[in-house]
């Protein structure tokens, strides 16, 4: 069975950094990324990562936000100068070779929370 599962969101205090790991398990994946829902609004992309480490990112995190990956299905969003509107739960999404779920395979997303 595949497992994707997200860890380190919190509450933090505006201009900070967080680190926000992601592993996916049970598979061979090739694209991983990460998305992130705020309370009332649509699921929103933020960064994607192939397996040779090719990075994209949303217009709206590019400059602050940072993708990066290892080679055993562990992978990582670095954000920094946290902002209020950053607020949001993030979902780790990680698309497997073998193609079994069209959509990818969903964490059960972590919290952040930027505040003063």
């Known amino acids: 069975q595949v497992q994707v599962v997200e860890s380190g969101g919190g509450l933090v205090q505006p201009g900070v950094s967080l680190r926000l790991p992601c592993v996916a398990l049970?598979?061979?994946?090739?694209?991983m990324g990460w998305f992130r829902q705020a309370p009332g609004r649509q699921r929103e992309f933020l960064s994607r990562?192939?397996?040779?480490?090719?990075q994209t990112y949303a217009d709206s995190v590019k400059g602050r936000f940072n993708i990066s990956r290892d080679s055993n299905n562990m992978m990582e969003l670095k954000m920094n100068n946290l902002k209020p509107e950053d607020t949001a739960d993030y979902y780790c999404?990680?698309?497997?070779?073998?193609?079994?779920?069209?959509?990818?395979?969903w964490g059960q997303g972590t919290q952040v929370t930027v505040s003063s």
């Open positions: 990562i192939t397996a040779g480490g090719t």
């Open positions: 999404n990680a698309l497997s070779v073998k193609r079994v779920r069209s959509g990818g395979f």
């Open positions: 049970g598979s061979i994946f090739g694209i």
